[in-house]
């Protein structure tokens, strides 16, 4: 890197720290700190909530996913629009109704304390793991394309956040959101208006995106109904559903981002225009990785793009082997290059040959298996290590292709998505430890300083536990996808209890208590037997589907416990 590129990252990252403190210092009371005063306009609800999601993985690792499965995954989205008009008009009223500082504070008042700190728990477990990953992810990825020393990445991306999130509360997080959408949005445009400039001149934006349905990365909607397939319009619409329900309906560091509205119809607002974007946003990122795979065409490409596995091979047994299928690649790369160029040419004068088409198919087939076959010796030479370099991909456009200046612009766009998230999620799980753990087993009166207090304090604690989470590590198969994977087993459950809280007026405490338990240990089976023994593609359940099952589990097994138990505390309206 330049030092230009340098210079940027650093007043890039060290603007927005210091723009969170000064704006937010001193934070007075619990409803200023954790909830901003509800002044909250619905455009910044909408960018905060956008920004709360759109974490450094999404910007790493979507593009990859994009490269090596095309645009399929959009259809992960697909239930989003819906989950947003649903939470508007069912969760949104009644969380301003009962003036709660969380979403689980509902479920005391619905059904009982265990049941509130049984969600509180599962939420702060599984967005514990998400919040370490929002640092570990692009901290491994740079350290290994840079050279960083990983452990001090993750404690400088971590000590930064903490620093303006333990100074300003949710304000710092919302009015922070800002600023770091635009450097977000203004990296990822250039990137791609970048590439698509550095196709062959004879390439048009419409030839490449021939060239990439040649290569089956144009299949965006796919109908068919196996479960095994993790993306398709079915699983998007069920389970892609119920996980953005219970992810904007009852995660507390989406909850806490609307919460913080002006009133029912700002915090409305701002879910809506999120609901608006968020798709087509995600359809911009996944196209852009596809740009970076046509342009990848024309150009010479490493056997693996994980630095690490040419380390490993080049210290093993397996370094010539190695060496032989380098060599095939680069032949069927270079042949690839040609008869790509022969069908842009043939397109440029409006007939598609259809033998040329078959074969590109043909040896990007190939390159999959030879790409394959090199995992296999990387997984030989040290089983330790995850093969998969998809998370790679785009980091290895950025830093090898992009001019000075630039460089350092999208690096400060990945550095911006990871503040962002991880910020959201450290004022999320101090909220909730505050609110529904810390300040229900209080037994003495506490003033509102010692509440703030105490909130900044768990702020600190969750801080230091997701950066010794993130320095612990390990790279998954995709993250983008282990963010989800994470998410979905504990998802459908909490949904499943706030669905029975406002739709199942007679199941009570007990029944939805121990249904939420038995269906959150059948969803760990589930998630065990049918998805994490099998290899990556071979599993039999998408993941997605745990959002769905979960969330019926919990629905169908309380309201048959409810016939059982014949217990009938208060219960209110809602």
């Given at each position: 890197?330049?030092?230009?590129?340098?210079?940027?990252?650093?007043?890039?990252?060290?603007?927005?720290?210091?723009?969170?403190?000064?704006k937010t210092k001193g934070s007075k009371n619990v409803n200023e700190y954790i909830l901003g005063n509800n002044e909250t306009p619905w455009y910044t609800v909408g960018i905060s909530v956008m920004?709360?999601?759109a974490s450094a993985i999404t910007f790493l690792s979507t593009p990859g996913q994009a490269f090596n499965d095309g645009m399929g995954f959009v259809q992960f989205y697909f239930g989003l629009p819906i989950a947003m008009v649903i939470i508007c008009y069912t969760f949104i009223p009644i969380y301003h109704k009962?003036?709660?500082?969380?979403?689980?504070?509902?479920?005391?008042?619905?059904?009982?304390l265990k049941t509130r700190s049984l969600a509180a728990i599962l939420f702060l477990v599984q967005r514990g793991l998400g919040t370490g990953l929002t640092i570990y992810a692009p901290s491994i990825i740079l350290s290994s394309i840079l050279g960083w020393n990983l452990t001090q990445m993750n404690i400088i991306i971590g000590t930064l956040v903490i620093v303006y999130t333990f100074s300003g509360g949710t304000k710092a997080v919302n009015v922070t959101h800002k600023q770091q959408m635009f450097i977000i949005m203004l990296g990822m445009f250039t990137a791609f208006y970048l590439i698509v400039s550095g196709l062959p001149e004879n390439i048009s934006f419409t030839n490449a995106l021939q060239i990439a349905g040649a290569n089956d990365k144009m299949n965006i909607i796919?109908?068919?109904v196996d479960p095994k397939n993790r993306y398709t319009f079915w699983s998007g619409i069920t389970g892609g559903l119920f996980l953005m329900l219970s992810y904007f309906g009852t995660d507390q560091s989406q909850v806490q981002r609307y919460l913080s509205g002006k009133s029912i119809?700002?915090?409305?607002m701002g879910l809506l225009f999120n609901g608006l974007l968020k798709v087509p946003m995600q359809f911009f990122i996944l196209l852009t990785g596809v740009m970076v795979y046509v342009f990848f065409q024309f150009q010479t490409l490493p056997l693996n793009f994980n630095p690490n596995s040419k380390v490993i091979i080049e210290n093993s047994a397996y370094k010539n082997d190695y060496k032989v299928l380098e060599s095939k690649l680069a032949n069927v790369l270079e042949e690839k290059k040609q008869v790509t160029i022969d069908y842009a040419n043939q397109l440029n004068i409006d007939v598609e040959n259809p033998v040329l088409k078959r074969r590109i198919s043909a040896l990007s087939e190939k390159e999959k298996s030879i790409r394959d076959q090199a995992k296999e010796l990387i997984s030989k030479a040290d089983n330790k290590d995850k093969t998969n370099d998809a998370d790679y991909i785009f980091i290895h456009y950025i830093i090898t292709y992009l001019p000075k200046g630039l460089v350092g612009l999208l690096l400060a766009v990945i550095l911006c998505a990871a503040m962002s998230s991880t910020a959201s999620g450290l004022n999320a799980l101090a909220s909730t430890t505050v609110i529904d753990i810390y300040k229900r087993n209080v037994k003495e009166e506490k003033n509102e300083k010692h509440f703030v207090s105490a909130t900044k304090m768990f702020t600190v604690m969750w801080g230091v536990v997701a950066i010794l989470f993130a320095c612990v590590g390990t790279l998954f198969e995709n993250l983008i996808q282990l963010v989800n994977i994470i998410g979905s087993i504990f998802y459908g459950t909490v949904l499943g209890i706030f669905l029975v809280g406002f739709y199942i007026k007679f199941v009570k405490a007990k029944a939805i208590l121990w249904g939420a338990v038995i269906s959150q240990t059948t969803i760990f089976f589930i998630y065990y037997f049918a998805i994490h023994i099998y290899p990556s593609g071979q599993e039999k359940l998408g993941y997605l589907w745990l959002n769905f099952i979960g969330a019926m589990l919990t629905v169908v097994i309380s309201s048959l416990l409810q016939t059982i138990f014949k217990e009938d505390p208060e219960t209110i309206e809602a």
């Amino acid at each position: 890197m330049q030092q230009i590129d340098w210079i940027v990252i650093v007043l890039t990252i060290f603007f927005i720290v210091i723009y969170g403190v000064w704006k937010t210092k001193g934070s007075k009371n619990v409803n200023e700190y954790i909830l901003g005063n509800n002044e909250t306009p619905w455009y910044t609800v909408g960018i905060s909530v956008m920004a709360t999601q759109a974490s450094a993985i999404t910007f790493l690792s979507t593009p990859g996913q994009a490269f090596n499965d095309g645009m399929g995954f959009v259809q992960f989205y697909f239930g989003l629009p819906i989950a947003m008009v649903i939470i508007c008009y069912t969760f949104i009223p009644i969380y301003h109704k009962l003036k709660v500082f969380t979403a689980y504070e509902y479920l005391e008042k619905r059904f009982d304390l265990k049941t509130r700190s049984l969600a509180a728990i599962l939420f702060l477990v599984q967005r514990g793991l998400g919040t370490g990953l929002t640092i570990y992810a692009p901290s491994i990825i740079l350290s290994s394309i840079l050279g960083w020393n990983l452990t001090q990445m993750n404690i400088i991306i971590g000590t930064l956040v903490i620093v303006y999130t333990f100074s300003g509360g949710t304000k710092a997080v919302n009015v922070t959101h800002k600023q770091q959408m635009f450097i977000i949005m203004l990296g990822m445009f250039t990137a791609f208006y970048l590439i698509v400039s550095g196709l062959p001149e004879n390439i048009s934006f419409t030839n490449a995106l021939q060239i990439a349905g040649a290569n089956d990365k144009m299949n965006i909607i796919d109908f068919s109904v196996d479960p095994k397939n993790r993306y398709t319009f079915w699983s998007g619409i069920t389970g892609g559903l119920f996980l953005m329900l219970s992810y904007f309906g009852t995660d507390q560091s989406q909850v806490q981002r609307y919460l913080s509205g002006k009133s029912i119809r700002e915090s409305q607002m701002g879910l809506l225009f999120n609901g608006l974007l968020k798709v087509p946003m995600q359809f911009f990122i996944l196209l852009t990785g596809v740009m970076v795979y046509v342009f990848f065409q024309f150009q010479t490409l490493p056997l693996n793009f994980n630095p690490n596995s040419k380390v490993i091979i080049e210290n093993s047994a397996y370094k010539n082997d190695y060496k032989v299928l380098e060599s095939k690649l680069a032949n069927v790369l270079e042949e690839k290059k040609q008869v790509t160029i022969d069908y842009a040419n043939q397109l440029n004068i409006d007939v598609e040959n259809p033998v040329l088409k078959r074969r590109i198919s043909a040896l990007s087939e190939k390159e999959k298996s030879i790409r394959d076959q090199a995992k296999e010796l990387i997984s030989k030479a040290d089983n330790k290590d995850k093969t998969n370099d998809a998370d790679y991909i785009f980091i290895h456009y950025i830093i090898t292709y992009l001019p000075k200046g630039l460089v350092g612009l999208l690096l400060a766009v990945i550095l911006c998505a990871a503040m962002s998230s991880t910020a959201s999620g450290l004022n999320a799980l101090a909220s909730t430890t505050v609110i529904d753990i810390y300040k229900r087993n209080v037994k003495e009166e506490k003033n509102e300083k010692h509440f703030v207090s105490a909130t900044k304090m768990f702020t600190v604690m969750w801080g230091v536990v997701a950066i010794l989470f993130a320095c612990v590590g390990t790279l998954f198969e995709n993250l983008i996808q282990l963010v989800n994977i994470i998410g979905s087993i504990f998802y459908g459950t909490v949904l499943g209890i706030f669905l029975v809280g406002f739709y199942i007026k007679f199941v009570k405490a007990k029944a939805i208590l121990w249904g939420a338990v038995i269906s959150q240990t059948t969803i760990f089976f589930i998630y065990y037997f049918a998805i994490h023994i099998y290899p990556s593609g071979q599993e039999k359940l998408g993941y997605l589907w745990l959002n769905f099952i979960g969330a019926m589990l919990t629905v169908v097994i309380s309201s048959l416990l409810q016939t059982i138990f014949k217990e009938d505390p208060e219960t209110i309206e809602a």
